[in-house]
């Protein structure tokens, strides 16, 4: 009962999740396990977080090494001492004839996952300058993604380097005020993209649009400020402030927009 009690306050979608984190909370407050999860997005962390509050464990961010919106967490028992090592965390790097060619995120993604056959959840932040790309994995996996030689056309080293060497992305956000008649998904993803409103509805039916890393498939969705919105294969956006209306009834909104290389 307890536990249905808590799934009442999430999405549906966020079930599984759920059972893995109150599987997780288990096994350390009962075994005094020590468990470090694979990457979470923003909102994983969040309700790892609120589901560990008053338990009987402690939580540690691999944000206290390296500024990163995925994160990797440790939850132990109460006596544990913090060993960074146990984070299982590594920076790669990928170095290429950048003069010549660039690769995208999307590229390094497909290329990290396809050829090594692990899961997503193994990949943290990829971090994407004009000259270099910068990768978070999982440390145990170091060697495999290592052999990599080859990503899209581009031939490529990949090494390891220390957390210190972490590099600033190249900063590709635009600010920008569009005019809608409401705060309705599909019309913000129209606009913000510069896209058809059949071609936005399309990418929501295709499972292709995300709200705070949740797969939202309805096109007449609200959204509110400080949403984030990705949709695959265009890039994102962040919801800001709704800055007053028209003369015409139309509101003025403000979306920190980031394109994918591609578009």
């Known amino acids: 009962m307890l536990t249905?009690?808590?799934?009442?306050?999430?999405?549906?979608?966020?079930?599984?999740f759920i059972e893995r984190c109150l599987d997780w909370i288990s096994r350390v407050e009962e075994t005094y396990s020590v468990i470090t999860t694979p990457f979470l997005n923003p909102r994983e962390a969040e309700i790892l977080s609120a589901l560990s509050n008053r338990r009987a464990l402690c939580l540690y961010s691999s944000?206290?090494?390296?500024?990163?919106?995925?994160?990797?967490?440790?939850?132990?028992?109460?006596?544990?001492?913090?060993d960074p090592d146990d984070f299982d965390l590594a920076l790669l790097e990928v170095t290429y004839a950048s003069k010549f060619i660039q690769l995208t995120h999307a590229q390094v993604l497909g290329t990290f996952l396809g050829q090594t056959g692990i899961k997503r959840q193994e990949l943290g932040d990829?971090?994407?300058?004009?000259e270099k790309i910068q990768v978070f994995v999982s440390k145990h996996l170091v060697e495999l993604f290592k052999a990599i030689e080859k990503i899209g056309r581009a031939a490529v080293k990949i090494k390891e380097i220390s957390l210190a060497e972490l590099a600033k992305p190249t900063d590709r956000a635009v600010s920008e005020v569009v005019l809608v008649d409401n705060l309705r998904l599909d019309k913000l993803i129209a606009v913000a993209f510069k896209i058809s409103r059949n071609?936005?509805?399309?990418?929501?039916?295709?499972?292709?649009?995300?709200?705070?890393?949740?797969?939202i498939d309805k096109k007449d969705f609200s959204v509110s400020t400080d949403d984030l919105i990705s949709v695959r294969g265009y890039g994102r956006f962040k919801v800001g402030p709704v800055l007053g209306q028209t003369k015409k009834g139309k509101q003025r909104v403000e979306l920190e927009i980031t394109k994918n290389n591609k578009k």
């Open 63 to 82: 944000r206290s090494l390296a500024e990163t919106e995925t994160v990797k967490i440790i939850m132990a028992p109460e006596f544990y001492v913090l």
């Open 126 to 130: 990829i971090i994407v300058t004009e």
């Open 199 to 215: 071609l936005a509805s399309n990418m929501l039916e295709s499972n292709k649009v995300k709200i705070n890393y949740l797969e």
């Open 4 to 16: 249905e009690q808590i799934f009442q306050h999430y999405k549906a979608e966020e079930r599984r």
